[in-house]
């Protein structure tokens, strides 16, 4: 099987009637980089920059950000590569900028945080651009989006310090920029969103956590958190939908991808990218290449008419074993 899997590298993610379906990974330290290569992926779709912020003793500076951003970078020119702004609080957090909260996951994380601490954003921002320099294969990626107005702030930012760096004689361009979608709320004006950005991105660990009411890491309510509840399907099929009436690509980068049966309905739903974890990338390959996408919309039909999550999860698990 592994010699099987490492011949797959080669081989596009394109289903048995000729859908063709672009599979990318999540990262965050550059070591994860060369594996992703490896497993055949064509971009990054989600690179959780606070990774590199979380093993270090205090605020990386511009220059030390742009050198560890450049290698990511550089590692996958020309293909597309898209940082996450520093996604902290909830489960994230920093040693050296502790939050105290009682409801960390209702609190300040994700773009609240930077949008109060513009220097912070700033900063970060402009090593981004500046890592970008002759190269052009970023994408900016907004975490924890609850409202246009965020957007509207954090691109006025981008803006001014594009203006910044370029008053400063560094040759930088307009990078694609993108939201998250991981709040409720968010899911509701997903079309608004896509008005305002390039591309529209599902955080599903997240966006189940927070549409289910169940903490992504409390063991005690571990059963309850289920990605195929069909509250969580409807969502994700309702995003694509209204996404798509902008024209804006829709893609994942949560734990779902990451699933066979996760990815199948995706495809079907519309998803233009899965991005997920290097690990499961051949093997959510190989699920694609075993399918027809009219396999994939006759599974999404049979599960949308289903009530009930546990046995929603029972005809997924059949079904990929029937694919084999
Ligand atoms: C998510 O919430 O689905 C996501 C991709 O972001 P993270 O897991 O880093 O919160
Ligand atoms: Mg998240």
Redesign the pocket.
């Known amino acids: 099987v592994a010699a099987e899997l490492a011949t797959l590298k080669e081989l596009p993610a394109i289903t048995q009637d000729g859908v063709r379906m672009p599979l990318w990974v ?1 990262t965050g330290l550059i070591a994860d980089v060369a594996r992703s290569l490896e497993k055949g992926a064509e971009g990054i779709g ?1 690179y ?1 920059t ?1 990774i590199p912020f979380m093993v270090r003793d205090f605020f990386p500076s511009e220059h030390e950000q742009t050198q560890i951003y450049r290698k990511q970078l550089e590692a996958f020119a020309p293909l597309p590569v898209t940082m ?1 702004t520093l ?1 902290i609080g ?3 957090a920093l040693p050296y900028f502790p939050i105290q909260e009682e409801n960390p996951f209702l609190g300040w994380r994700g773009i609240r945080v930077t949008l109060d601490h513009p220097e912070i954003f700033l900063v970060q921002i402009r090593a981004m651009l500046r890592a970008n320099e002759g190269l052009g294969n970023l994408r900016i990626m907004l ?1 924890m989006v609850t409202s246009v107005h965020e957007v509207d702030e954090a691109k006025r930012l981008l803006d001014r310090a594009l203006a910044e760096l370029q008053d400063e004689g560094y040759v930088v361009e307009r990078p694609l920029v993108g939201v ?1 979608i ?1 709040v409720p709320a968010a899911v509701y004006q997903a079309r608004l969103f896509a008005q305002r950005v390039d591309f529209i ?9 927070y549409l289910l009411a169940v903490d ?1 890491n409390n063991p005690r309510v571990a059963g309850l958190y289920m990605a195929y509840h069909p509250a969580v399907l409807k969502a994700l099929e309702y995003i694509s939908r209204e996404a798509h009436k902008e024209g804006v690509q829709v893609s ?5 991808a990451a699933e066979p049966g996760g990815a199948l309905l995706l495809m079907a739903m519309g998803y233009d990218v899965l991005s997920m974890n290097a690990t499961n990338l051949p093997g959510i390959k190989s699920a694609i290449r075993g399918v027809t996408m009219a396999q994939a919309e006759a599974l999404l039909a049979q599960v949308s008419r289903m009530d009930d999550a546990d046995k929603i999860q029972a005809l997924m698990s059949d079904t990929i074993q029937t694919l084999g």
């Open positions: 999540n989600l959780r606070e996450r996604d909830g489960d994230k975490p998250m991981e991105s599902v955080g599903s660990n997240d966006l189940t956590q992504r994942i980068c949560g734990e779902m």
